[in-house]
């Protein structure tokens, strides 16, 4: 059964970092692109950063580059998103997904349609 559980959300004031967390099982790991996408009330979801394991290709949103770093670590299954210097405008549900990567980078992470498998979610509120 594949899971892809999500951690490390919270409330954090505007300049603050956050850590997310992805922990996955069910599924070659290291064949994946493995994501970040994000969704604000009102609004579809987008991608923020994803990574491919096979050239360490990433994508990263324009609204959060220099801000935010994606990585993944192949032994413990598990893809990470450092925020640092948040705004309020990344608050928002962030979702951890996966896809067998036959897209490139950005098209997986520009499509969320293209992604295998998704996580519950995490919220991440960035107020004052």
């Known amino acids: 059964q594949v899971q892809l559980v999500e951690s490390g959300g919270g409330l954090v004031r505007p300049g603050g970092s956050l850590r997310l967390s992805c922990a996955t099982s069910?599924?070659?790991?290291?064949?994946?692109?493995l994501g970040w996408f994000r969704q604000a009330p009102g609004k579809e979801r987008e991608g923020v950063s994803c990574?491919?394991?096979?050239?360490?290709?990433?994508y990263y949103a324009d609204s959060v580059k220099g801000r935010f770093t994606v990585s993944r670590d192949n032994v413990k299954n598990t893809v990470y998103l450092q925020m640092n210097n948040l705004k309020p405008e990344d608050t928002g549900e962030y979702f951890c997904?996966?896809?067998?990567?036959?897209?490139?980078?950005?098209?997986?992470?520009?499509?969320?349609?293209?992604?295998?498998?998704w996580g519950r979610g995490v919220q991440v509120t960035v107020s004052s």
């Open positions: 997904a996966a896809g067998l990567g036959l897209a490139t980078v950005r098209e997986m992470c520009t499509i969320p349609a293209l992604n295998d498998y």
């Open positions: 069910g599924f070659s790991f290291d064949k994946q692109i």
């Open positions: 990574i491919r394991d096979s050239d360490e290709s990433t």
